[in-house]
């Protein structure tokens, strides 16, 4: 270009004209732009006020749990000796590990209960034509109601005097169980401190150091009423979940199954149910935050219950920090919650984001 316009008369002057074109452009192009997005200025005061109450009052709570005797009027940050004494002497607490037993066998049950009632509540109310709005609002309204309320309801229909024991001796299960067993169907449910099942000695060989394993680890009696309240109040959440996923099959899809004959359980085994499968990931994440951060529930119903059979460790972080005042111990158990829910949300959440991006 530049000999191009070197050829005419007046070139010199066009050169330099462009040169200095150039240059202007280039150091138009180049200027660093600082312009305050409106969006960023007004999220900036949520922004702060998150990064201040959450993360760093985690990183407090995290170094309150390294301590040796800190105390609200007594601050004392001094290390003990080993630095993460209080983690071992959480871990070695017979009743911190009955909670984690607890919260395993909880979580289970709670999940395969509330995500496979859903899915079977799900197509039930999805093949309904008139009743679907009735049985949906039906279905779905125990979710509505308070966990106390909840709690406070199944603590009388598992009353072992007066609650379900009066069903299986008035329908003949009870006496029916006593010829076959030799004593009556009478559970004392969440009165009761019986743990089925021990797996101590398997746990002694598979896990490093499982020697130090105080609790049995079993099924407590006492925790499956919880188990049933906690299903039947969220199972009606699974249920919208999936509808909402069966809703979003394209209708174009079910015609052609329909024209290949494939109806009814072929329908929902090759094609409704695989489409679901994400929801499922979704719901079990959700409701698996959910049964590891129970309280409420538990409190109403039962408490810690004999010999820790419904202790959870959220109740065992309130009653550690807030009634024995021993708040590193109840720092670290709270951090441990903490780890628990990270490692089955952020998983999910990367996954999403993953997801979202391709």
Known sequence: MWVRI????????????????EKS????????????NPAAIGLMPSFIL????????????????????WMPALQNFALPTP???????LFTNYRFQADIRNTIIFTLFFLIISVVAG??????????SRSRVFFRNLFIMPYAVSFIVTGVIWRWIFNPIS??????????????????????????????????GNMNGLLEHVIPGGNVIQAQMGIPIALLPVIFAASWQLCGFAMAMFLAGLSAIPHELREAA???????FRYYRSIAIPALVPMAVTCTVILTSTSLKIFDLIYAMSGSGIGFATDMPGIYVYETMYKALRYPLGASASIFMLVLVCAVVLPYLLRFNKGTEE
């Open 119 to 128: 899915l079977f509540l799900a197509i039930a109310v999805s093949n309904m």
């Open 6 to 21: 070197c050829a005419g008369p007046h070139s010199y002057p066009l050169f330099v004209h462009l040169i200095f074109q």
């Open 25 to 36: 452009m280039a150091t138009k192009s180049h200027k660093p732009k600082f312009r305050l």
């Open 258 to 264: 329909a024209i290949d004959r494939a109806t009814g």
């Open 163 to 196: 609650g379900v024991n009066l069903l299986f001796k008035y329908t003949g299960i009870s006496g029916l169980y006593e010829k076959v067993f030799g004593s009556p169907l009478e559970p004392d449910w969440m009165t009761s401190g019986t743990v089925w």
């Open 50 to 69: 998150v990064f201040i109450f959450v993360y760093v009052f985690i990183a407090y709570t995290i170094r309150i749990s390294l301590s040796k005797s």
């Open 83 to 89: 630095w993460y004494g209080t983690y071992h002497d």
